[in-house]
């Protein structure tokens, strides 16, 4: 017989036979009655066995198993007025596929009471749960949304190296790595390799991992995180937030679309942003009306947050940075910059601008940073030969999922997260 799903078999007609594959996701002895309900990937079922009509021997072992076990059940579908579902299985057999043994290390059911260390470290078994799983079929919502909305753009995706002989952004929190006989380091970002695309294919994405060496340990940053990337070639900052906007919406809607009853058991109410510009000088301004104080060329968490205050369901741009506080590949605008923020509930969601194509530009602004040009060759002269101006961004993926379903730490959205603490599983 072949294996149906637990949705289409909630479809049949009373009496079809069935043979359904799945967990146990709870059970209960009435002693007359006994109950297991059933799940897989695509919904869950109760199963019932009535002494003295089901088969002794089934209505026996159905007090035997232990919960999250996968089993094979042959039965036939019942209409029923108690199960929530309107549809029940009267088993025929039960055959154990996998044995969970006892007692489970950490608790999968809907409502678990597990602390998060302990549903990362035995991410397996919690991955059986609602939660974990609603918040990952988002995830995976979100990423084949970025991938649909960039194609339907005419957008060409790109791999890049993890594996990198000279730091990528020139900052310090880098992992260095034995590569042979030499030192070579994690990639922070794809910046380089993105820009050299957007400089011949004109129009390219990645979802790229990012490795960070910072050695803070918040609630919004990994050491290991993965960010969906754009460049775009004959074009500026403007521009590419108008993209970004309407990726971010696209992104929301498929969620709303595809999702809605994951956001339901996770009791979220998402809606598709605003958007708004703000130059850095009038937050600036803002903020000092708030009385929040900011770093002359940054925003401070508290500023983010306020930001997402002032401002609910909004995404803000914040525009014209003063270019002290941009990378050096950041196109200068007099003490500006043509780079950007996008802070979204209060929080940076984004970081992109319209980048230098001239290397002459490129080299003084790297001295301005207090970097050598010679340490940048290769990348300084990929821009001699027919580069165009280009600009892109970065949205950080563990972020926004956070961000769309309410949740507050970002080890919670990533499945197998990397922290100062954590390398395993
Ligand atoms: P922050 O100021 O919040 O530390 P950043 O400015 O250092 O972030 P960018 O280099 O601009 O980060 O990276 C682009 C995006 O990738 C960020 O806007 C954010 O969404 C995400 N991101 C960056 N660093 C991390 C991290 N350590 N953990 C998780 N997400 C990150
Ligand atoms: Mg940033």
Redesign the pocket.
Known sequence: MERTLIKDALQKKENTKVLLKGWIHDSRDLKKVRFIVLKDRTGRIQITGINGKTASTVFDEMTSFTRESAIEVVGTIQDSKQAKSGKELLPESITIIAKAEEPLPVDASDYSKSDLANRIDNRFLDLHSKKAQSIFRVQSTILQAFREFMTKNETIEAIFPAIIGASS?GGTDVFEIKYFEKSAYLSQ?CQLYKQMLACSMEKVFAIFT?W?A?KHNTL????E?R?LDYEEAFADDKDVMKVLAECMKYMIQRVLDQNSEELEFLKVNLKIPKTKYLTFDEVAKLMKKEKIKIPEHDLSGEAEKKLGDLFPDTIVFVTDWPIKGKPFYIMPDGENSKGF?AIWKGL????GGQRIHEPELLKKQLKANGMDPKNFKEYINSFKYGAPPHAGW???L??ITMLMLGIEN?REVTLFPRDRDRLSP
């Open positions: 952004e970002s990012a960070r910072e919004r940053h990994l050491n995180s960010q923020d940076e969601i984004s970081s970065a949205l950080g563990e972020r970002i």
